[in-house]
């Protein structure tokens, strides 16, 4: 009797970033050339170096004699410095905008605040002016050592994002407009009184009642602090959803955010808190471990920009402290770590990470949460419309 052996298993689909295919041929018209939307443009070697280094450039998809087919313009040595260049002039740009808005948000603090420390003009000058100029700064700097193998590794980044825009998040989408909705019922109840029903009542959740656990998460302080988390879980939320299932959005999102209210009663007792931040920020640590266990899949920068944006995390606290819930933050951030260290599968590379029934289960559970939070949340407020 003979065994017969079993066919191997098949290797494990790429990312859908990468299923495009082989590049198409290039034109025969000429050695030359790029495409214009889908129409191919016939042009010398000077002409697309020269179109290649303007500011306003279109030109992404090219040819020349070097390589049988299509290419991007940073996978073509011969275009590497016109596109260096080019790529100098957009951060050129974005370090302008950013330095603009450093000297109008600290124009505001001077005149407003009176250079407070602790008000929402200072937070948001940090915030939207001096860390950005810092970040532009970096990107100056890493263009300096750039090499054209290194330009060539963009290419994945940019097919991955262009891939994200394309995908539909319909529950990231719902959470966004959850939060919006509820926040709109909070301008019906005064400002004093609001806080008082829904907040973080911490020493009440000492002593064993745990309503404000579930109704603090959903309100926010006020305009900037719901358009910062609803811009925040947009960014997050879309590739956690996509990359790693909605149930797994969910489960992550609720347990981070139990993790940051519960850190900030122990390590903070007194003053009340508000905001989804603690489990926005969760999505931010579960990313990390997804950028760490599946780094010979996603981009080379994935993990890299998750922790970078870690780091920025850390200075708006540290910026912000007397208005930031800082414990909260850190909590959501270690049980979105946790998450990814438990629920990211080892050794298997799919992306998006296949559902299991016991995250589902679980996501159902976290969505069961989400709707009793709400429902209670819009009820107390209710009670003073």
């Not at 000077?46 to 450039?57: K, N, Y």
């Not at 909705?181 to 008082?196: C, Y």
Request: charged share 15%; net charge positive.
């Amino acid at each position: 009797m003979t065994a017969t052996s079993s066919p191997a298993n098949p290797p494990p689909l790429p990312p859908p970033w990468r299923r495009a295919g082989p590049p198409p041929p290039k034109p025969a018209s000429s050695e030359h050339g790029y495409l214009d939307g889908d129409r191919p443009v016939a042009c010398s070697a000077e002409e697309l170096v020269r179109r290649c280094g303007e500011t306003d450039s279109r030109v992404f998809i090219v040819w020349t004699p070097e390589h049988p087919t299509l290419k991007t313009v940073f996978e073509v040595r011969m275009l590497f410095d016109a596109v260096r260049s080019r790529t100098r002039k957009s951060v050129m740009s974005g370090l302008r905008n950013a330095g603009l808005m450093t000297v109008l948000f600290g124009f505001l603090w001077w005149r407003m605040d009176r250079l407070s420390l602790y008000s929402i003009s200072f937070l948001l000058m940090i915030i939207l002016g001096v860390l950005p100029v810092l970040q532009w700064l970096w990107q100056l700097f890493r263009l300096t050592r750039l090499t054209p193998e290194a330009m060539a590794g963009w290419v994945d980044s940019i097919r991955y994002e262009a891939w994200l825009r394309e995908q539909r998040a319909p529950v990231t989408i719902a959470l966004i407009v959850g939060l919006a909705a509820i926040f709109i019922g909070q301008f019906f109840v005064d400002e004093l009184v609001w806080p008082q029903l829904v907040a973080l009542d911490k020493e009440a959740v000492r002593n064993g009642d745990i309503v404000t656990l579930l109704t603090a998460t959903m309100v926010h302080g006020g305009v900037v602090h719901m358009l910062f988390n609803g811009a925040a879980l947009h960014y997050l939320g879309r590739p956690t959803e996509l990359l790693a299932g909605r149930w797994m959005l969910l489960l992550v999102l609720v347990i981070s955010m139990l993790c940051g209210s519960l850190l900030s009663v122990w390590l903070v007792p007194v003053g009340a808190s508000v905001g989804a931040s603690g489990g926005i920020i969760g999505l931010l640590g579960f990313l990390v471990m997804l950028g760490i266990r599946h780094r010979q899949v996603l981009p080379d920068d994935f993990a890299r920009s998750m922790m970078a944006n870690v780091v920025l995390i850390a200075c708006v606290g540290i910026a912000g402290w007397k208005l930031i819930d800082n414990a909260g933050h850190l909590g959501g951030l270690v049980g979105g770590l946790i998450c990814g260290a438990l629920l990211i599968p080892r050794g298997d590379a799919r992306l998006p990470i296949p559902t299991a029934t016991p995250i589902r289960i679980a996501g159902w559970v976290a969505l069961a949460y989400l709707v009793a939070a709400a429902a209670l949340t819009v009820s107390k407020l209710a009670l003073k419309w």
